[in-house]
């Protein structure tokens, strides 16, 4: 912020993490169409980078490789958002189109107008994932400019999005590497020998396609560009003669003078090889992956609006144009701005007193927290090797954080205590993970509502049960044997049912059925993914190990389990 006179940020760092343009907000009502984005961070400068006048009005940063959390997004667009609207432009992850998604939808119930872009500009996978398409990469950054010059022109709401929109659908991306990322605080674990590269890995670590010798980089040039202009996959409405707009991309830990070298190579291969006029060229790191040795590259359809767009004067610090501007003295952060429809709650605490049912509920939670806290480094080598590496640490936050609160939750009341906890895994994990156990909690909470009596039946718990894990496949797509962590959740809910109806005692079944959900997750193995990150994986590394999340699902449900059986016995 001390760099940039005209970015200013929200109060509220490290929960709230939104950076904007100062000339914005705090003031009158902004009189032109926002346009903000975000993700993860680890990826800078995207996305604050390119806050600025031209370009993205906000950006909004989660932790690193995770998606901002609702509250951050609403915070962004409350500070910016006038009376013409705002355009979120959403890169296609499962994270940041749930958590972006629930943000516009309570911003349009506050009243704000409200429009939504996702970019899906991979071209290394084919065919095309059925159900969550695919990521988005650094291909982005152009669809921000497009969409900030078009808004800084006054456009409409429709207009800017038709925009973004039409730059999204022309635009694709592939990347290799050399070297994988170092996660903060973390050893690496560098799945790449020496003389091996890898092709078309996404921008969070996880594993690429295809393996390969290194080869010289005409050839990782003719590879990249030949993938993202094939008329197999017919990704991008280009034939020979088109004109087009060429970025290439640093991933973090690559010198300029080789992204230079690569753009020297792909520039004449466009002209000679594929037809194509090239009528800009991007060299530069505008979307990384924390130190990553390699590189990606992107190409747009180009045509005099798509480049009247592009050449359009921003002010955004980290586009390729320069920057004016003396250095401001240190700011205030700005406050975050009320929700207008937020009702005043009093805190939550526990009873001075527990009944049997609470003793038991506090037993349980404790006892699945520790046993995530005890899996944390299992859960990210599984990780690392289907992911983004980052499994176990996500659930290390909100085990940890359960432990803290738990002195607050009301344990004598078990919905309004499942509701709790679905509040501080929301604030405290972050990422998708988090998103869908608070979902999965607050759908259980609803359930239990329905009950007027105090005491929670065996019969309600599975009712809860299973409306949560019907609000996580709504929300999040996923159902059985798509390689989650309803393949614990889905055979112990069946197990519970099963054995609750032959008579078992409520201990004894929940025993039974959290077996059920270790096998569930084990049999993930043979499970190809088809949402999440994982999706993108070879099947080798897939059935190296059982899915992460639904591991951990499992191991907190078995632990709760054993804590209320062995309670039970020594009644």
Same mark, same amino acid.
Request: aromatic share 4%; charged share 20%; proline share 6%.
């Given at each position: 912020m001390e760099t940039y006179p005209t970015l200013q940020y929200l109060?509220?760092?490290?929960?709230?993490? &939104?950076?904007?343009?100062?000339?914005?907000?705090?003031?009158?009502?902004?009189?032109?169409?926002?346009? +903000?984005?975000?993700?993860?961070?680890?990826?800078?400068?995207?996305?604050?980078?390119?806050?600025?006048?031209?370009?993205?009005?906000?950006?909004?940063?989660?932790? &690193?490789?995770?998606?901002?959390?609702?509250?951050?997004? $609403?915070?962004?667009?409350?500070?910016?958002?006038?009376?013409?609207?705002?355009?979120?432009?959403?890169? @296609?992850?499962?994270?940041?189109r749930l958590n972006f998604g629930l943000a516009a939808e309570q911003a349009k119930f506050e009243g704000y107008k409200v429009e939504s872009v996702i970019v899906e500009d991979d071209c290394s996978i084919y065919p095309r994932p059925e159900i969550v398409g695919r990521r988005g990469l650094a291909g982005t950054i152009l669809v921000h400019k497009v969409a900030g010059a078009a808004a800084a022109a006054g456009l409409s709401l429709a207009e800017v999005a038709a925009e973004a929109r039409y730059a999204s659908q022309n635009v694709g991306t592939m990347g290799v590497a050399l070297k994988t990322c170092t996660l903060p605080g973390r050893i690496l674990r560098e799945r790449l020998g020496p003389s091996e590269m890898?092709?078309?890995?996404?921008?969070?670590?996880?594993?690429?396609?295809?393996?390969? @010798?290194?080869?010289?980089?005409?050839?990782?040039?003719?590879?990249?560009?030949?993938?993202?202009?094939?008329?197999?996959?017919?990704?991008?409405?280009?034939?020979?003669?088109?004109?087009?707009?060429?970025?290439?991309?640093?991933?973090?830990?690559?010198? #300029?003078?080789?992204?230079?070298i690569a753009a020297g190579k792909a520039v004449p291969q466009l002209v000679l090889d594929h037809g194509l006029a090239v009528d800009r060229v991007y060299t530069g790191s505008f979307m990384t992956s924390l130190d990553m040795e390699g590189l990606s590259i992107s190409i747009m359809r180009s045509?005099?609006?798509?480049?009247? $767009?592009?050449?359009?004067?921003? /002010?955004a610090p980290y586009w390729p144009v320069g920057v004016s501007g003396d250095r401001p003295p240190a700011k205030i952060p700005a406050p975050i701005p009320p929700s207008p429809s937020a009702n005043i709650v009093e805190p939550q605490s526990q009873p001075l007193k527990l009944t049997e049912q609470g003793r038991l509920l506090e037993l349980a939670i404790v006892a699945a927290a520790n046993a995530l806290i005890h899996l944390t480094d299992t859960l990210n080598e599984w990780d690392s090797k289907v992911g983004d590496g980052d499994c176990g640490s996500t659930m290390l936050k909100g085990a940890k954080q359960i432990l803290e609160d738990i002195k607050n939750y009301p344990l004598n009341n078990a919905a309004e205590t499942v509701g709790e906890i679905g509040?501080? +895994?929301? /604030?405290?994990?972050?990422?998708?993970?988090?998103? +869908?156990?608070?979902?999965?909690?607050? %759908?259980?909470?609803?359930?239990?509502?329905?009950?007027?009596?105090?005491?929670?039946?065996? /019969?309600?718990?599975?009712? !809860?049960? !299973?409306?949560?894990? %019907?609000?996580?496949? /709504?929300?999040?797509?996923?159902?059985?044997?798509?390689?989650? #962590? #309803?393949?614990?959740? +889905?055979? %112990?809910?069946?197990?519970?049912?099963?054995?609750? @109806?032959?008579?078992?005692?409520? %201990?004894t079944a929940f025993l039974v059925s959290s077996q059920a959900a270790l096998d569930g997750a084990e049999s993930t193995k043979q499970m190809r993914a088809k949402a999440g990150r994982t999706l993108y994986v070879s099947q080798e590394f897939q059935t190296s190990v059982p899915d992460p999340g639904a591991y951990a699902t499992a191991a907190w449900y078995r632990a709760a389990a054993i804590a209320i059986k062995d309670k039970c016995k020594s009644i």
């Open positions: 109060d509220g760092y490290p929960k709230v993490k &939104v950076v904007f343009r100062a000339d914005v907000y705090p003031g009158p009502p902004y009189d032109k169409v926002a346009v +903000i984005s975000g993700g993860g961070s680890g990826h800078e400068p995207a996305h604050a980078g390119f806050v600025g006048e031209g370009m993205l009005t906000a950006a909004i940063c989660g932790d &690193v490789f995770a998606s901002p959390t609702v509250d951050a997004i $609403l915070a962004g667009i409350r500070a910016v958002t006038g009376p013409m609207g705002c355009l979120l432009i959403i890169k @296609n992850y499962t994270g940041d890898e092709l078309g890995l996404g921008i969070h670590g996880e594993p690429g396609g295809k393996v390969t @010798n290194i080869l010289p980089v005409d050839e990782v040039v003719s590879h990249l560009l030949k993938q993202i202009l094939s008329k197999e996959t017919d990704y991008l409405p280009i034939t020979r003669g088109s004109s087009v707009v060429l970025m290439v991309n640093g991933l973090g830990g690559t010198p #300029l003078m080789e992204l230079m045509d005099p609006s798509i480049l009247q $767009l592009l050449d359009a004067e921003t /002010k509040s501080t +895994i929301g /604030k405290s994990m972050g990422g998708t993970s988090g998103i +869908i156990y608070s979902i999965l909690c607050k %759908a259980a909470c609803l359930q239990l509502k329905t009950s007027t009596d105090p005491v929670v039946t065996s /019969k309600q718990w599975a009712e !809860a049960l !299973a409306a949560a894990i %019907a609000a996580v496949s /709504k929300y999040g797509g996923a159902r059985a044997g798509d390689r989650t #962590l #309803l393949d614990a959740l +889905i055979p %112990a809910l069946s197990s519970l049912e099963e054995r609750l @109806n032959s008579g078992d005692d409520p %201990a």
